[in-house]
């Protein structure tokens, strides 16, 4: 293999927020953080979904409350019947 042209390999401390659960993976992600996780201190990368989290894989299912893009659309822009011009 050619030297200095291969990222660094290591172990790196992901966090999912969304769970506050961490995984250590092996990953070549550039990161400048670190922390701290059961006493030896990782490369940290925060993440928003993982298989803690992510609907698949817990089985849950999440509702969207909202309106739809269409309907928020008619509601911000409707327009008031026009005055009638004699």
């Known amino acids: ?7 660094n390999y290591r172990t790196v401390a992901f966090h999912d ?11 070549t992600v550039a990161t400048s953080q670190t922390v701290e996780h059961e006493g030896k201190e990782y490369p940290y990368m925060a993440i928003d979904v993982s298989s803690a989290s992510h609907p698949f ?30």
């Open 57 to 86: 894989y817990t089985g849950e299912q999440r509702t969207h409350d909202g309106e739809g893009r269409i309907a928020q659309f008619r509601r911000r822009y409707r327009q008031s019947k026009p005055s009638e011009s004699k």
């Open 17 to 27: 927020t969304r769970m506050d659960t961490y995984f250590l993976i092996g990953s």
């Open 1 to 7: 293999m050619r030297k200095n042209i291969h990222p």
